[in-house]
């Protein structure tokens, strides 16, 4: 199952109505059937209380399938304790999740911890690979990304350690951003050598052994014997490639 994560961050004073409209376009262009959507982040919506900003953002969410999940305070402050942090799934999705609040002690915002089990079917015949992709468009994009970069973080550092990690810094973002890490289905040939059997490889050595015997001595009786021994080894490795393949 494909999931698309959204995170998102609404100011206080932010316009609403503007809000609502440009989530709404977000969620029409990523919205499809084969792929779960989830929505994290701070919304500045209090969910402990019935309000009419929670019921226009519910009637949204809920034409997507989606639905909050968090029953707990997020934010507390002082006297005042409100779930204005929201994490919102279409549960029927899913066929197990939980989520708990997490105390990160830097802020009077809480974190929340989504935890989805998921089974996922095993296929012996492929594999999950990363990679980077490399193609005659990224590439110059990566070269006019370096040319355009300011590089103001480097130069205002004094020490060459500090210059060092600034500039190793930007340097990767930047080729985090045009060649990310993609993970890919590739085809598993852990079965690929499976017909090269213990006799094979004795016999394969006694070859080269016939092979060289033959070079350092060429007579008729050699070659015939060495032509032979290869045709019944060709043969014998054929019904073993057979053998695998059924």
């Avoid at 929340?112 to 110059?140: A, E, V």
């Amino acid at each position: 199952m494909k999931i698309s994560i959204i995170t998102l961050y609404r100011s206080p004073t932010g316009n609403f109505d503007s809000f609502l409209c440009n989530l709404e376009g977000v969620l029409q262009v990523l919205y499809d059937p084969t792929i779960a959507i989830i929505i994290c982040g701070d919304i500045n919506v209090d969910y402990r209380v019935e309000n009419e900003r929670k019921k226009q953002l519910n009637n949204l969410l809920h034409s997507f399938n989606l639905t909050s999940i968090i029953t707990f305070p997020t934010r507390v402050h002082n006297k005042s304790v409100t779930t204005i942090d929201n994490i919102f799934i279409d549960p029927s999705r899913f066929e197990e999740y939980s989520v708990i609040p997490i105390s990160n002690g830097l802020s009077d915002h809480g974190a929340q911890l989504l935890t989805i089990k998921h089974k996922i079917s095993y296929d012996p015949g492929k594999k999950l690979t990363t990679i980077r992709k490399f193609d005659n468009y990224l590439i110059p994009e990566f070269i006019n990304k370096l040319s355009n970069e300011a590089w103001e973080n480097v130069f205002n550092n004094e020490g060459v350690n500090e210059m060092f990690n600034s500039f190793l810094n930007d340097y990767l973002r930047i080729y985090n951003s045009c060649f990310p890490l993609q993970t890919v289905t590739t085809k598993n040939n852990s079965t690929k050598n499976k017909w090269i059997t213990k006799g094979i490889k004795i016999s394969c050595n006694n070859k080269r052994k016939l092979y060289l015997s033959y070079r350092q001595n060429p007579t008729e009786a050699k070659k015939k014997y060495y032509w032979l021994y290869s045709k019944i080894l060709t043969n014998v490795i054929k019904e073993a490639k057979k053998k695998i393949l059924q």
